[in-house]
């Protein structure tokens, strides 16, 4: 139910001012973004993950476990970027998940979405900065024989991050694209070497001692595969972002769904 009074509006319990078509005018985004624009944004937000993070659940369910939670979780992840992508065209504006929220549940239920995306970006920035200054560090040490604390490289890796959000969005997706197809290539390169280096070993995948009972492909049974889940998430984690650049998007009917496809099939 809502009241309609003196320009205000009542939902569910909340009271708001209606914003008029000047307010959001002044505020639109320049579409800058393209169809590669946009995968490189989703590929950059999620490709950390295919670094670090995911092999923590191999110590839950074994290798054959992880396995399993990640094709469960490519079934999902392409059920969500089917429906994102859809939910995007309709409304593409920067809301994301929130404004699909509170278009379907009210205020509240867009309150309760924005909060949890908005921890979910912070705590994923975190991580994520924690990783880089990790590998930044073994980097400099072994090339330039440089190492430095572990709160000075965050802080770096933290300003470099801001400064290039800051110089606008044309450029961040410019970025982007280049920081995945580095990446892309040199998540290849690493496998290429493993594989013909000689060293790579299959049997290494089954070393876990299973349970009693238990198999070398399930060692811990099936149940741990639960604990696996939200390490298999790294896979894709982040990818949800993607319809928070439809207002950027010079044709977001078209390129969201495009490039969320094109993400989770790289």
Do not use: C
């Not at 939670?69 to 992508?85: C, D, H, K, P, T």
């Not at 110089?167 to 040199?186: E, Q, T």
């Amino acid at each position: 139910m809502s009241e309609q009074n003196s320009g205000s509006r009542k939902v569910a319990g909340a009271t708001y001012t209606r914003a008029g078509n000047e307010y959001f005018a002044k505020r639109k985004l320049k579409r800058s973004a393209g169809l590669w624009g946009l995968w490189g944004l989703a590929v950059g937000a999620v490709i950390s993950g295919d670094f670090s993070g995911w092999n923590f659940g191999i110590d839950f369910a074994g290798f054959g476990g992880m396995l399993i939670a990640f094709a469960i979780l490519v079934v999902m992840y392409y059920g969500m970027i089917f429906a994102i992508g859809e939910m995007a065209s309709a409304m593409p504006h920067t809301g994301g998940a929130y404004s699909f929220a509170r278009s379907a549940m009210g205020p509240w239920g867009g309150l309760v979405t924005g909060a949890a995306e908005t921890i979910e970006y912070v705590a994923t920035t975190a991580v994520i900065v924690y990783f880089s200054a990790s590998y930044a560090d073994g980097i400099t040490s072994e090339l330039l024989g440089l190492s430095l604390p572990s709160w000075l490289w965050y802080l770096i890796l933290y300003v470099a991050f801001i400064s290039l959000n800051a110089a606008g969005a044309a450029i961040s997706f410019r970025f982007a694209i280049i920081v995945s197809v580095i990446s892309i290539g040199i998540i290849l390169v690493f496998s290429a070497m493993a594989l013909f280096s000689g060293a790579f070993s299959w049997a290494a995948l089954w070393d876990i001692v299973p349970d009693p009972g238990q198999t070398a492909f399930l060692p811990h049974g099936v149940l741990p595969i639960l604990f696996a889940l939200p390490f298999a998430m790294w896979f894709f984690l982040g990818i949800e972002e993607l319809p928070l650049a439809a207002e950027e998007s010079m044709n977001p009917t078209r390129d969201i769904p495009k490039a969320g496809f094109w993400h989770v099939a790289r």
